[in-house]
């Protein structure tokens, strides 16, 4: 009997981070699900903690980077939904999958989100998003992340796999062109998982800020496109000004006057 849930952990030189994650999956109450990791030809001891979990299934090679990988195991998920369950991240708690299979079971959609808790080490701040996501909800921000979605497989048939040519915001480039033409969505207020905030897109704020200005041109009407573009300059400065006291308690107190919940 096929999976109804396939859970993908992309992974590389993760062995310090990875025990937890996959920890989360192998504590969950339901067991109908499948877990690959899809490891890019890891240096370190990021295969001996995979070997470890036995409920794991793995391929370890060299790809062109996250996006890649995740679409590998999108390929090869036997899944109804997948679930991407990055090194870092962790199921929020040990009844999730049971919770989303029985939404799965209730009726048929063509995504299952929720709430993520963000782990936000450089302020000290940790806090809790979501909401029902609509397609204008994308215009001046990213509405849904990828850590709350469960997503059906043939979706990516209708849609297509993440474009690499996107390296930080490949799944937001997806969720834009999936409100835009998908309306079949369920929203649970439930926190699903627990996301680790310094990751690529974190890092690399530039980069961010350049595909997320060719996602909107790419799939926002003109006149979104034209106000983003007139706030962009604001944008820049602000980004940098951030990346020069990154770690400074005036960037500590930044982020808790604005995150903390």
């Given amino acids: 009997m096929a999976p109804s849930i396939t859970l993908i952990t992309?992974?590389?030189?993760?062995?310090?981070i990875l025990a937890e994650t996959l920890q989360s999956a192998a504590d969950q109450t339901f067991k109908g699900f499948e877990h690959w990791v899809i490891d890019g030809g890891s240096k370190d001891g990021t295969m001996d903690v995979v070997k470890k979990f036995p409920h794991v299934k793995y391929i370890s090679e060299k790809d062109e980077g996250i996006y890649d990988a995740m679409n590998k195991?999108?390929?090869?998920?036997?899944?109804?939904?997948?679930?991407?369950?990055?090194?870092?991240?962790?199921l929020f708690n040990s009844a999730i999958l049971l919770q989303?299979?029985?939404?799965?079971?209730?009726?048929?959609?063509?995504?299952?989100?929720g709430d993520v808790f963000f782990k936000n080490h450089p302020s000290g701040v940790d806090f809790v998003q979501g909401r029902i996501v609509e397609f204008k909800d994308y215009y001046f921000s990213i509405a849904l992340c990828h850590q709350a979605a469960f997503i059906k497989k043939e979706l990516f048939t209708k849609l297509g796999l993440y474009k690499l040519n996107y390296k930080i915001l490949?799944?937001?480039?997806?969720?834009?062109n999936y409100f835009k033409n998908c309306d079949n969505s369920l929203y649970i207020t439930q926190t699903v998982a627990s996301y680790e905030t310094?990751?690529?897109?974190?890092?690399?704020?530039?980069?961010?800020?350049?595909?997320?200005?060719?996602?909107?041109?790419?799939?926002?009407?003109?006149?979104?496109?034209?106000?983003?573009?007139?706030?962009?300059?604001?944008?820049?400065?602000?980004?940098?000004?951030?990346?020069?006291?990154?770690?400074?308690?005036?960037y500590h107190w930044y982020r808790k006057l604005f995150f903390n919940n």
């Fill in 170 to 176: 490949a799944d937001q480039e997806w969720f834009v």
């Fill in 198 to 250: 310094v990751g690529m897109s974190h890092k690399q704020r530039f980069r961010n800020m350049i595909e997320n200005n060719q996602i909107a041109k790419t799939y926002f009407p003109t006149h979104i496109y034209i106000l983003r573009m007139i706030r962009h300059p604001f944008l820049w400065t602000k980004v940098w000004l951030l990346s020069k006291i990154n770690n400074t308690k005036v």
């Fill in 73 to 90: 195991g999108i390929e090869i998920a036997e899944g109804e939904f997948v679930y991407f369950l990055n090194a870092g991240d962790c």
């Fill in 10 to 16: 992309v992974t590389y030189n993760a062995e310090k």
């Fill in 100 to 113: 989303i299979s029985e939404h799965i079971q209730k009726r048929t959609y063509d995504m299952i989100y």
